[in-house]
């Protein structure tokens, strides 16, 4: 089993930044990657972030490129998501999650934290 632990979100006025952190654990963890997803009330789960864990590349959303940065401790088997330039279209749970083969996709998810930007 693998857990997934996010922390960080909360309010946030418009223009503000909030960094968010997802700490990985399981006897037999693996990662290939891990990634941020958000979900706004009413809409699909989207893809926000994501990076590949051995050589650090970094993937974005159209939507966050040049206003959120995705980076690892692999150390610590953590994700961190920097959001800066935040607006409210950016209100929503954000979820991280593991990649642990490179072959099928996420795999395990973590609970979300809300993340609210008002105007």
């Known amino acids: 089993q693998v857990q997934l632990v996010a922390s960080g979100g909360g309010l946030v006025q418009a223009g503000g930044s909030l960094r968010l952190s997802c700490a990985a654990s399981?006897?037999?963890?693996?990662?290939?990657?891990m990634g941020w997803f958000r979900q706004a009330p009413g809409k699909e789960r989207e893809f926000v972030a994501g990076i590949a864990w051995s050589s650090g590349n970094t993937y974005y959303a159209d939507s966050v490129k040049g206003r959120f940065t995705v980076s690892r401790d692999n150390a610590k088997n953590t994700v961190y998501l920097q959001m800066n330039s935040l607006k409210p279209d950016d209100t929503a749970v954000y979820s991280c999650?593991?990649?642990?083969?490179?072959?099928?996709?996420?795999?395990?998810w973590g609970q979300g934290t809300q993340v609210t930007v008002s105007s």
């Open positions: 399981g006897r037999t963890l693996s990662i290939y990657a």
């Open positions: 999650a593991v990649d642990r083969t490179g072959k099928y996709g996420y795999d395990y």
